[in-house]
DNA sequence: GAGAATCGCTACGCTAGCGTAGCGATTCCT
DNA sequence: AGGAATCGCTACGCTAGCGTAGCGATTCTC
């Protein structure tokens, strides 16, 4: 069951996540994966030749999808969809890392296109409960979702990553019921 | 009037921004530095020791800050500050800075200390607006103003540097009626 | 204009990290 | 069991960058 080319995986792509928290894409060397993961450096060379398939592997590893709340009510699923990502998606690690690969992301393509990929699945679930939502006739059937997700994740986003500030239920509170009061009344008037 | 010593602290802050955008803090060096500055090494070893002090004077010379908007009307003067962070504060050039700040910000206590200030300077228009239309009772006085902060300007924040998708009419439309329809209507009911 | 401060330049020695070659040892597959 | 694949290890040569010393040349200050 080639039992050691798992554990070469394992013991590599886990050491190489726990770098990319420590000291970032940009200071992550093969030397130190070797290292930290008791792998032999020609060996990891021989997987993966490139320290950007190697960040993609290890990233790849880490992410798993959330299950997309649809209870109806929208109230509750948007909590839940905001709770996922700032505990899942974004608790303090992947934070970290999620800065790292952001930075990544703003000058090689390839980590650009790595990074929309996976910031598109993260928010997958919060993607399918606008949308229902909109079928429902509970959000304007005229408003574009991916602004509408810019919208409802920025806050969270950015109170994870930039402003580092515990999301507590009053801040959940303020971001609900000022996300439906601001979308569901169609008070749209000096557009 | 010590016009040398001008030349070389702006060569040089130059350069270190230019590179800072191109390469990042991580990869931001004195070679380099002094490379695309055209000033000798040991020169700039003698005006900043460390990285983190040229990273840092550089950073500050960037920050302009950014006049507070005062029309009376909430909506024009959240549009403004809307625009103002996202031309000024995070032009395409700023917004790769600053997610390399934010990336060392996560590790490095003081890239962290420098994020928090200058993010708190960038937002302080924002954030006088905000108080100014709670005094006059177009924001609930209950209303917790760093949430709110985070809220308002979360959007435009991830908007430039998570989906880096442009910032168009469209957009600010849908964020400052949100904004607006959802906190101005005291609607909160299932708190 | 003279003394003091600053700058440019070369030349160091040192370390971290790169990416590869070679080869014995281990493990896999059947 | 035995050939094939994989892994660990050492040892390279090479480059980038570090931080400093020394000293002539330039520039500032008074």
Redesign the pocket.
């Known amino acids: ?9 394992t ?1 590599v792509l886990g050491a190489t996540l726990d770098l990319l928290d420590e ?1 970032g894409v940009q ?9 930290r993961s ?10 993966w ?3 950007a398939q190697l960040t993609i592997e290890a990233l790849s590893v880490m992410h798993e999808p959330s299950p997309t709340p649809n209870s109806g009510d929208l109230r509750a699923d948007l909590r839940a969809c905001f709770v996922a990502v700032s505990e899942h998606a974004l608790d303090d690690r992947k934070a970290r890392i999620f800065a790292s690969v952001l930075d990544a992301a703003q000058r090689d393509p390839e980590y650009a296109r790595l990074h929309a990929q996976r910031t598109a699945e993260s928010l997958q679930p919060l993607r399918t409960v606008l949308e229902l939502a909109q079928l429902r006739g509970q959000l304007g059937s005229d408003l574009d979702l991916d602004d509408v997700c810019d919208l409802v994740i920025g806050p969270v986003i950015t109170r994870v990553l930039v402003t580092r500030r515990p999301i507590d239920e009053a801040f959940l509170d303020l971001l609900v019921e000022t996300i439906v009061a601001g979308l569901g009344a169609p008070a749209r008037t000096s557009a």
Chains 1, 2 share one sequence.
């Open positions: 069951m080639t039992e050691r080319r798992e554990r070469v995986r013991s000291v200071g992550l060397t093969f030397e130190s994966v070797a290292a008791g792998v032999a450096k020609t060996t990891i060379y021989r997987h030749p490139t320290k």
